[in-house]
């Protein structure tokens, strides 16, 4: 079992920045891969980024690559999700979530349902 702890989440305007953290229990964390996943209003949640258990693997969503940075500490049980650049689109509830099972190929974690477990969640709201 593992719980997952969203933070960083805010009010910023348009261009501003905020790196979210979201800290897991356990001491397997360092065997999953770790999502992040963002649901704006009326949309459906949709994928933003995935890293996988070691680091070495790293895919966005075409929205936030080039924009947006994933990143895990193992040690401290934590992934983060760096975002500067941040405009009005960018603003939803953002969710961490953590892959138990390992996938034959990186694309597979852009799929919500192979995730394991979720946090709470975090808004994240940018101001034009």
């Known amino acids: 079992q593992v719980q997952l702890v969203e933070s960083g989440g805010g009010l910023v305007q348009a261009g501003g920045s905020l790196r979210l953290s979201c800290a897991a229990s356990?001491?397997?964390?360092?065997?999953?891969?770790m999502g992040w996943f963002r649901q704006a209003p009326g949309k459906e949640r949709e994928f933003v980024a995935v890293i996988s258990w070691s680091g070495g693997s790293i895919d966005y969503a075409d929205s936030v690559k080039g924009r947006f940075t994933i990143s895990r500490d193992n040690a401290k049980n934590t992934v983060y999700l760096r975002m500067p650049s941040l405009n009005p689109e960018d603003t939803a509830v953002y969710y961490c979530?953590?892959?138990?099972?390992?996938?034959?190929?990186?694309?597979?974690?852009?799929?919500?349902?192979?995730?394991?477990?979720w946090g709470q969640g975090t808004q994240v709201t940018v101001s034009s």
């Open positions: 356990g001491r397997t964390f360092s065997s999953y891969a």
């Open positions: 979530a953590a892959a138990k099972t390992r996938q034959s190929t990186l694309g597979r974690y852009r799929r919500a349902d192979i995730y394991a477990y």
